[in-house]
């Protein structure tokens, strides 16, 4: 298996634009989850997807982040507006079930708004 | 609610040193506790987890870690390090086994000197 998917790797986009990122989970995982990465506040997790519903949204930062899961295979991370603070690496990871099995994390998205 | 103390953000070492990462957790509940790390420009891979049973638990690349109930701690170790070890390392616990509520540490860096 390719393992988690992430793209794009980098993206740099001016403030105020909408930025979507996304993620493509190993398959037949059920469990997917978004996380941030910034050096103030370490790793944060935003959402929580378990069978393609968001169990757990409370750590979405806010009115301007949103994240679908259409289905099994493909999840997105969107920003609108964006803003310079939104700057982190944003992390995607599943896992096969949610009973404290392995965690299987994507590569990341370097976010940079300028 | 469940927290992590990684006591050292940065840890430097000769190659061929004991590593020691330190861990303490604090939970309500009995924790699974894990141990990922993180190459530069990478996702978090698994180290090694404790969820029940023997308390010494080995884990990949010489890594081990020791749960201890008293202490709350679940510190990493390395009998030689490596080269190749260099990179972050974090510690997390979650409440109930379940990968959602996982909660990370803010990383320990090691560095390891030739």
């Known amino acids: 298996d390719a393992g988690v998917i992430q793209s794009p790797r980098h993206e740099v986009t001016e403030m105020g634009q909408e930025v979507t990122l996304r993620c493509k989970p190993i398959s037949g995982h059920n469990s997917l989850f978004w996380y941030r990465q910034t050096m103030m506040r370490g790793l944060e997790l935003l959402i929580y997807f378990n069978n393609n519903v968001p169990i757990d949204d409370s750590g979405m930062p806010e009115d301007r982040f949103s994240a679908k899961m259409p289905n099994a295979s493909f999840s997105t991370l969107k920003i609108q507006p964006s803003e310079p603070r939104d700057s982190a690496v944003y992390f995607c990871a599943s896992s096969s079930d949610d009973r404290g099995i392995e965690a299987f994390f994507g590569q990341g998205t370097r976010l940079t708004v300028v | 609610a469940q927290s992590v103390t990684q006591l050292g953000s940065h840890v430097s070492v000769s190659e061929g040193a004991l590593v020691l990462l330190r861990c303490n957790y604090s939970s309500s509940v009995p924790p699974y506790l894990f141990w990922y790390v993180q190459y530069p420009n990478q996702g978090l891979q698994l180290l090694l987890k404790y969820t029940t049973g023997a308390t010494l638990v080995k884990g990949i690349n010489g890594f081990e870690a020791e749960f201890k109930k008293s202490e709350t701690s679940f510190h990493l170790t390395k009998p030689s390090a490596h080269m190749s070890d260099a990179a972050e390392y974090f510690c997390?616990?979650?409440?109930?086994?379940?990968?959602?509520?996982?909660?990370f540490g803010k990383g320990t860096l090691l560095t390891v000197n030739p």
């Open positions: 997390a616990v979650s409440v109930g086994g379940s990968n959602y509520k996982l909660t």
